[in-house]
């Protein structure tokens, strides 16, 4: 492939590769940076050396490309602050509860039923300076404020670590925090917290202190709470606020990524600076001027929506076309997205795992490869027509790069996407100046209310679209089965056909091929996977949740009430990781029998008297008032189960039994879902 004979292209793959290799294989930070810099120098001479050689040495680039490879390692090590002596992990014991922990808040994140949820930097745990970062969850309080960042608060709590998850196919919170070097939480309330001072003096305070005084700013003006959501999101980048309905209207819609601040943003705002500099090119060195005026605006752009990767990536992209621009010279776009790939994975190598910076970059990658072929297709002669078209084809050909992650990742499509797209794309240009235009005349406190109105209803008329497209529910694939097997072969699939397209011939028509068959066998080892058997306990605050999965058929059996079922996810996310296809569902019985085993429930009666078998399995449900001790000398089961509906002082007096006893006790809110195969 041609790509590969641009050097930056080759050398941001052996980083990214370096940094998967860290992530699954633990290698030890003094090993990391020693290997580094050994490498380094080694190549540092090997440079020297061949600059003075007619032709390049193919031991250099292996050099080079081992050397890349070892860095991804290094970075990957040197941003885990758990490698270091003074994480707060290290200070934690039975005694830290009666320590003050001091510590700073970083970032507000969007707030749960029960719980208003931030990112903190631990500062101290008694007297020891430590470091580290800790997701707080502080109870909801209409009262009291919300905390700004910067915010120094004192406590006396524990550290928890963070749950795995309790069921099969659930979104891996502890996983997700991980990827942000969170490792533990901490549970409290605002009455014990003691705040001791309040300054900003980081980025994200700055930012956070600009972001409310806009806010506040704004709601002089009577604007409604889901039309300031919008902005927060559109201009800000921040959707804490946003309804879970607005949100979920613009993912339905496949209209998300209107919202998420990124490419489509940043390059529109690149060029209103650039237009709107353009007198200064006239004063003396005033080219050079102007860039750093564009450089230093587009990073507090980034900086005040919160430095997200997709903004991060979108802005270092863009600083180095303004570069460009400023030097007139001509930018391959693959090497700009490798450029801003290699600096960002250099200070942030998580972001490679972060679902916004995969998105962004391949949507980008499609955009760039296969657009100019769609575009050939149809050459329009009016040019408004042909307008449309060019945004028709740019928003089909980033389905075509995204649509495999996103199925991945959402498991749905939202087939009217370019609906959505083509009523709303065309004008953001003009949504986005009308808002920046908004936002300045606010904070000057010049804002006409007419002007804040008519603002008001385009946002509204820009949601009303979004709800409309959104509803059409026929059109909108949700729940959708998609595995890793099927996006490598999806992409497999993609690649080879545009690799074809661009210049047919024979070999690529058999690689096209090929990818076909390997789609297809994707589908067979699916099936061939999926041809088994299962018996599976759910855990579920209050509730009692069973499934006996038979290849792709699931047959459930619960006790939630009809509006709670239709709204919980448990099966939902079973059937997506399962490839189920057929659902049924019965009522809880008495006794099950599965693979040659019983399982015997014993509910709130506590009816156990069974002189005909010998069960397996006992499940304890809805707190049944029986005595542990007669209940196993009766029946003498092999293993006890205790799922959600208990209560916690039952369950702790039934596993104090069952440990005297030395018999398996299984504790579904602890040990999460059981399953028997």
């Keep these: ?27 030890a930070l003094l090993f990391s940076a020693v290997l580094c810099l050994v490498l380094l120098f080694i190549l540092s001479v090997s440079f020297i050396i061949a600059k003075h050689q007619d032709e390049p040495s193919v031991w250099f680039g292996i050099l080079a490309i081992t050397t890349t490879f070892c860095l991804g390692i290094f970075v990957y090590n040197i941003h885990d602050q758990q490698n270091f ?21 970083r970032e507000r994140l969007k707030s749960g039923n029960y719980y208003d949820k931030y990112v903190v930097n631990i500062l101290k745990i008694g007297n020891r300076d430590v470091k580290g970062k800790v997701l707080l969850n502080i109870k909801k309080d209409s009262v009291v404020d919300r905390f700004k960042n910067d915010a120094v608060l004192m406590t006396f709590t524990d550290f928890q670590v963070l749950t795995t998850p309790q069921n099969p196919n659930q979104f891996d919170y502890r996983n997700y925090l991980k990827k942000q070097y969170i490792h533990h939480q901490i549970y409290t ?3 014990t917290l003691l705040p001791i001072q309040y300054e900003a003096n980081t980025v994200f305070g700055f930012a956070d202190n600009i972001r409310r005084q806009i806010n506040l700013k704004l709601e002089n003006y009577n604007f409604r709470p889901e039309e300031l959501a919008i902005i927060n999101a559109l201009i800000l980048g921040q959707r804490q606020d946003m309804s879970k309905a607005i949100y979920d209207s613009y993912t339905d819609a496949g209209a998300i990524h209107i919202l998420a601040v990124s490419g489509l943003h940043v390059g529109l705002i690149l060029l209103l600076l650039n237009f709107s500099l353009k007198p200064i090119e006239r004063i003396k060195n005033g080219k050079l001027i102007k860039v750093i005026l564009i450089l230093f605006l587009l990073w507090s752009f980034a900086i005040i929506a919160g430095l997200s990767a997709s903004v991060t990536r979108a802005v270092t992209m863009f600083s180095i076309v303004a570069i460009a621009m400023h030097h007139k010279k001509p930018t391959n776009i693959y090497n700009t997205l490798a450029i801003s790939m290699f600096v960002l994975l250099l200070f942030k190598p998580m972001f490679l795992f972060d679902v ?3 998105l962004s970059y391949i949507a ?6 296969i657009q100019p072929l769609l575009y050939k297709l149809w050459r329009p002669k009016w040019k408004v027509t042909d307008y449309f078209w060019q945004i028709f084809t740019v928003t089909v050909a980033a389905q075509f790069g995204v649509v495999p992650l996103s199925l991945y990742y959402f498991h749905q499509f939202p087939s009217l996407f370019f609906i959505s797209n083509l009523a709303i794309i065309p004008f953001l240009g003009v949504i986005l100046a009308f808002s920046i235009l908004i936002i300045i005349l606010a904070l000057l406190n010049a804002l006409p209310q007419f002007l804040a109105d008519f603002y008001g209803n385009i946002i509204s008329l820009m949601n009303w679209i979004v709800s409309w497209v959104s509803q059409q529910e026929t059109f909108l694939f949700k729940n959708v089965s998609f595995n890793e097997l099927q996006v490598f072969a999806c992409y497999l699939f993609i690649i080879s056909l545009t690799i074809w397209y661009q210049k047919p011939n024979y070999r690529k028509l058999i690689f096209v091929g090929i ?16 041809t088994n058997t299962e018996f599976v306990i759910f855990h579920k605050s209050r509730k009692t949740l069973i499934a006996q999965k038979t290849n792709s058929s699931l047959v459930t059996a619960h006790n939630f009430d009809s509006i709670s079922w239709s709204r919980d996810r448990i099966i939902k996310n079973y059937n997506v990781g399962n490839f189920i296809t057929s659902n049924s569902v019965d009522t809880l019985k008495a006794v099950y029998v599965f693979q040659n085993k019983t399982i015997l429930l014993i509910d709130s009666l506590g009816i156990y008297n069974v002189k005909s078998f010998t069960p397996d399995y006992v ?3 809805n707190s049944p008032k029986i005595n542990m001790d007669r209940m196993i000398d009766s029946i003498q089961p092999k293993f006890i189960i205790a799922d959600g509906s208990n209560y916690k002082s039952y369950i702790k007096r039934w596993e104090e039994t069952c440990l005297k006893r030395k018999l398996p006790f299984h504790q579904t809110s602890e040990k999460g879902a ?3 195969k």
Excluded at 5 to 14: D, G, Q, R, S, V
């Design 356 to 358: 916004g910076f995969q």
């Design 515 to 530: 990818a076909i068959l390997g789609l297809q066998a994707t589908w067979v080892s699916i099936s061939y996977k999926n």
């Design 189 to 191: 309330q605002n009455s």
């Design 364 to 369: 980008v990658i499609a955009i760039v490869t």
């Design 619 to 621: 499940l304890l449900r």
């Design 1 to 27: 492939m041609k790509l590969l004979n641009f050097t930056i292209i080759k050398l941001t793959i052996c980083l990214i590769v370096g940094i998967l290799f860290a992530e699954y294989f633990k290698i």
């Design 85 to 105: 002596d003074n994480h707060y992990s290290l200070e934690i014991s039975e005694e830290t509860i009666k320590e003050p922990v001091i510590f700073k808040v």
């Design 674 to 676: 059981f399953i028997i």
